[in-house]
């Protein structure tokens, strides 16, 4: 039998490729962002609860009520803000779910959505799948800054959502609040939503603090924004992330969620809502967290060849590798997996049309040991070659 693939150039994603590559070649993998540490074994204690307990059917489609109410003081901790947790709160299938139902919700066939490169690979196929196609805008290199007017000149008739990251993955930098009111302005009269991928809201350096659509009066009746307890607890496995929303935003979304994953785990919700109720203040000390580790990989780093790039937030680093090497960053990467035993994440898979550059990204959310070997594997390769 013969069909047609809807997604025919789309292959595996590189965070997925490098992992393997990894595996086969033995080496320490700070490519893809997983922790390498434990999670809070007080969090694990809960889910053990939670399964004794007997949590262990379905869970109501949009998420246990006693998560959604601790999601709703985290953001009342957060930004000042009360959301109800019946109309404008979904549990999902960590934050690529709500990505993808939000997407689903509100792109239609021949419908634009407009995106940053380098972006997060889940966002072009998910608007595809819909029938969409992205008009991608690149954010302008090397301190990766959004260009408004060029976004203007990418909107059309069409364009009916506007994918904002941050902090941002790849690129590790911040949206500044100014950006936020450049965005409001620019979509003020036209029908277009905003989907904010905030997963990282936790992860800003250097005393900056987070520009979130939710504070923004303007945006946050338009807004879809996502968030990831992969990150904010340190368990990028258990899958549960979640979707805020206005409640007109939020029933489309449910539409699609329900028919999507329907509900998830429920033990891992219970679990997640008694942990926050016990700890509440469990993910505060995130920022100086890692800008600790930030620090430490990048003082080894600095002057090796490998120079760090400097990061306002996100639980990743960029290097320039342009000193070592003029290599392609696919090549580079998998040199660095053969002969250095370390994995990377090469940048040109996140741009439509990459252009020429010397950037890898490294995953910081590992142990100190794990950073320390990490860089003596990277110091020794730039000696020896
Ligand atoms: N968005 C961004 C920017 C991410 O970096 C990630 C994961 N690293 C996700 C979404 C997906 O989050 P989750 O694992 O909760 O699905
Ligand atoms: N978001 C993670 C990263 O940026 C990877 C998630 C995945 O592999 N799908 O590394």
Redesign the pocket.
């Known amino acids: 039998m013969r069909f047609e693939s809807k997604l025919p150039d789309v292959g595996t994603t590189i965070f997925t490729v490098m992992s393997r590559r990894a595996l086969e070649e033995g080496a320490l993998n700070i490519g893809q962002?997983f922790p390498d540490y434990p999670i809070d074994p007080r969090l694990g204690e809960s889910l053990v609860d939670a399964v004794a307990e007997g949590h262990n059917q379905y869970a109501p489609m949009e998420g246990v009520i006693a998560l959604r109410e601790q999601i709703a003081l985290k953001l009342k901790t957060s930004y000042a803000i009360e959301f109800d947790p019946g109309t404008e709160i979904t549990v999902t299938c960590?934050?690529?779910e709500a990505?993808y139902d939000s997407i689903q919700a509100v792109v239609g066939p021949g419908d634009e959505a407009v995106i940053f490169d380098p972006a997060?690979d889940?966002y072009e196929p998910a608007v595809r799948l819909a029938g969409g196609r992205c008009v991608r805008i690149p954010l302008t290199p090397p301190a990766f800054r959004f260009d408004w007017d060029r976004v203007r000149h990418g909107l059309s008739d069409r364009t009916r959502l506007i994918i904002v990251?941050s902090p941002q993955?790849p690129s590790c930098t911040v949206a500044e609040r100014a950006d936020l009111d450049a965005l409001a302005a620019l979509i003020r009269d036209r029908p277009i939503t905003v989907l904010a991928?905030e997963?990282?809201e936790n992860v800003l350096y250097d005393g900056r603090r987070h520009a979130s659509v939710l504070a923004h009066a303007e945006l946050r009746p338009r807004s879809f924004a996502v968030f990831?307890f992969?990150?904010t607890l340190h368990a990028?496995g258990w899958?549960v992330?979640y979707c805020v929303a206005p409640p007109e935003l939020t029933r489309e979304l449910r539409k699609v969620h329900q028919f999507n994953t329907f509900s998830i785990a429920a033990p891992l919700q219970h679990a997640i809502a008694r942990y926050l109720a016990q700890y509440p203040d469990s993910w505060t000390g995130l920022s100086a967290f890692f800008e600790a580790k930030r620090n430490l990989l990048a003082g080894l780093l600095r002057g090796s060849g490998f120079e760090p790039v400097p990061a306002a937030g996100t639980y990743f680093l960029l290097v320039d590798y342009g000193a070592l090497s003029q290599s392609s960053d696919i090549e580079f990467a998998d040199r660095l997996i053969r002969e250095a035993k370390i994995a990377t994440i090469p940048l040109s898979p996140f741009y439509a049309t990459a252009p020429k550059m010397t950037l890898l990204r490294l995953c910081i959310a590992k142990r100190d040991e794990t950073l320390k070997t990490a860089a003596q594997r990277l110091l020794a390769f730039a000696t020896r070659r």
Do not use: C, E, F
């Open positions: 962002g960590g934050a690529t990505l997060y889940a990251n993955n991928d997963v990282y990831s992969g990150k990028t899958r992330g």
